[in-house]
């Protein structure tokens, strides 16, 4: 089974409107981290915003907010105001405390979600 | 400016000439991760590192080597590339211990593979 899920491959919004890019995840592990990154085009991967298990709110940083709904397994990634430099790939990744005894931070990610934002 | 570094950036090469990315970072970080990213797969971690002299295999190490000699550089060799790691490889670097740091990566290196 597959750890972190997007799915949907592609989506398109219209400039300054909100997006909800859907991820959920799958882990026995109580305690984990979840990761939203951005890739432009370029290609560098850019970090967005986190939020950890045992976190009681929802992570914000700027326009991007986190639905954290732990019981539903799913972290969606939520943009405000969407703009035209907002196109990218978005990935969503976990980190798992127990991976090899806690040694690895390892993250795992999803397939990914392309975001076009049209004018 | 806090960065990881990774050259080359681009690289066209033929199968069995052996390579190394280069990774470098001026964090202080212990903790330093390769992955490759092909599309459709997400990324997928191939080896990484805890501390100097520590490594270990990520989930597809094979044809991969590694070394950490220095905690600020991270080295990905490939002794006898073969087109089926023709890929986008990224170097990231966290910080030990902080459930909530980021991982911080390089800009890739776009490896082709002939």
């Known amino acids: 089974a597959q750890k972190i899920t997007q799915t949907q491959p592609g989506m398109f919004v219209q400039e300054k409107e909100a997006v909800t890019l859907d991820c959920t995840y799958d882990?026995?592990?109580?305690?984990?981290?979840l990761f939203w990154y951005k890739q432009p085009s370029s290609g560098e991967m850019i970090f967005l915003i986190y939020?950890?298990?045992?976190?009681?709110q929802n992570a914000t940083e700027g326009r991007y907010s986190l639905n954290f709904q732990k019981a539903r397994k799913s972290a969606n990634l939520v943009i405000s105001a969407s703009q035209l430099g907002d196109s990218a790939m978005y990935f969503c990744?976990?980190?798992?405390?127990?991976?090899?005894?806690?040694?690895?931070?390892?993250?795992?990610f999803g397939k990914g979600t392309l975001l076009t934002v049209n004018p | 400016e806090a960065q990881v570094t990774q050259n080359p950036r681009y690289l066209i090469t033929v199968t069995g000439k052996k390579l190394t990315v280069t990774c470098s970072q001026n964090?202080?970080?212990?903790?330093m991760s390769w992955y490759r990213q092909d599309p459709g797969l997400g990324l997928r971690q191939i080896y990484y590192s805890m501390n100097v002299e520590v490594t270990d295999k990520g989930d597809v190490p094979e044809g991969y080597k590694v070394s950490r000699k220095e905690k600020r550089n991270f080295p990905l060799i490939l002794e006898s590339p073969s087109p089926n790691q023709t890929s986008l490889y990224f170097c990231?670097?966290?910080?030990?211990?902080?459930?909530?740091?980021?991982?911080?990566f390089g800009d890739g290196t776009r490896l082709s593979i002939l």
């Open positions: 990744a976990m980190r798992e405390a127990s991976n090899s005894g806690g040694s690895n931070y390892k993250l795992t």
């Open positions: 964090m202080n970080h212990e903790y």
């Open positions: 882990t026995s592990d109580p305690s984990y981290g």
């Open positions: 939020q950890g298990s045992y976190d009681q």
């Open positions: 990231a670097s966290s910080p030990q211990g902080v459930s909530g740091q980021p991982q911080h």
